[in-house]
């Protein structure tokens, strides 16, 4: 039974342990969505508009100090980076570069938006009206 046990494991777990980019994925989704809530959170603590500008492997952290020149200022990250940038592990990208998100005094992004990372079967969402970010 014991080696019975033992071959199973190693047809179907042994190869998920050894393949680290279904990881690397999942864990740049994650950041990716802590990293919308914060710029959100932020933009209603600081009651001034917060963008995130994306690259296909990175999203960094941007903020308006001059309402006529959109954002162009680096914001600091929650770890104290500045600007706050989300980077992702080799061999990892978005399914297609999205379009940067800006969330105004309220909270609210200047529209809806579903984030995809390739190699993960869910998407992030930003809803319109309320700024809400979820899977």
């Not at 978005?94 to 938006?113: E, H, I, M, N, R």
Request: aromatic share 8%; proline share 4%; glycine share 10%.
């Amino acid at each position: 039974m014991v080696i019975v046990l033992v071959g199973v494991l190693a047809i179907f777990a042994a190869p998920r342990l050894f393949d680290s980019a279904a990881f690397n994925a999942r864990g740049f989704h994650d950041e990716t969505l802590a990293f919308l809530r914060y710029a959100q959170k932020t933009a209603i603590a600081q009651r001034r508009t917060v963008c995130v500008a994306f690259t296909l492997s990175s999203a960094t952290l941007k903020v308006d100090n001059d309402s006529s020149a959109g954002c162009e200022a680096n914001l600091a990250g929650p770890r104290g980076d500045s600007p706050g940038t989300v980077t992702a592990r080799s061999g990892v990208t978005y399914g297609s570069l999205p379009a940067a998100v800006s969330f105004d005094a309220l909270g609210q992004p200047t529209a809806a938006q579903t984030i995809q990372v390739q190699g993960v079967g869910r998407s992030i969402t930003v809803e319109a009206g309320t700024g809400y970010v979820h899977e």
